[in-house]
């Protein structure tokens, strides 16, 4: 198995400009899950989906971001308009109960 | 709310010592503790867990050591090795199959020096 795969790696774009963040979980896991890593928060957990279906968004900063996944192999983490304070490393998570989380290699993001 | 209180921040060790990271959780409905380790520019990845059944869990040099009752748990890596050296988050969850929402911990950045 590849692993979950998260696209692209790194991102750099200018402030107010849209983001798209992608994800491949593991096939056959059924629960997702979006984080956010910076050296000052930590890693905080943005959304979660089990069974495709978003079960818990309190994480979610604003509106600007957004969340989707359409079917059990992918989803994507939207953030529109972007902002400086929005850089930061994204993971993006995949589980299967009564196995742990695995995480992708993330995407660093940069908004200048 | 911090749920899961992890320390020290960082922690430098001699090679061949023992590396000792502790967590403290406030859920009690929490039966779920995984250790994860991040090495620079990759994701976390799952190093050892543990059920609240048991105080006390071995994998190699790994052992998570569990008290219920003080709500406390740590991670003792024996004949630590530079190749440890790298960010350790505890976590933890509850256990079901609606999806194991995991509470990270701050984080420990591990040093082993040669």
């Known amino acids: 198995d590849a692993g979950v795969i998260q696209s692209p790696r790194h991102e750099v774009t200018e402030m107010g400009q849209e983001v798209t963040l992608r994800c491949k979980p593991i096939s056959g896991h059924n629960s997702l899950f979006w984080y956010r890593q910076t050296m000052m928060r930590g890693l905080e957990l943005l959304i979660y989906f089990n069974n495709n279906v978003p079960i818990d968004d309190s994480g979610m900063p604003e509106d600007r971001f957004s969340a989707k996944m359409p079917n059990a192999s992918f989803s994507t983490l939207k953030i529109q308009p972007s902002e400086p304070r929005d850089s930061a490393v994204y993971f993006c998570a995949s589980s299967l109960y009564p196995y742990g989380y695995t995480f992708g290699s993330g995407t660093r993001l940069t908004v200048v | 709310q911090q749920q899961v209180k992890q320390s020290p921040q960082s922690l430098i060790v001699q090679k061949g010592g023992i590396s000792i990271i502790n967590c403290a959780y406030e859920n009690t409905a929490f039966d779920y503790f995984p250790w994860y380790q991040q090495f620079p520019g990759k994701g976390p990845a799952l190093l050892i867990a543990i059920r609240p059944d048991v105080s006390e869990k071995k994998e190699g040099r790994f052992t998570i050591s569990f008290n219920k009752s003080a709500k406390q748990f740590s991670l003792h890596i024996m004949d630590s090795q530079p190749g440890d050296s790298a960010t350790y988050f505890c976590?933890?969850?509850?256990?079901?199959?609606?999806?194991?929402?995991?509470?990270f911990g701050g984080g420990t950045r591990l040093m082993v020096k040669p």
């Open positions: 976590a933890a969850s509850l256990y079901n199959n609606a999806g194991n929402m995991l509470t």
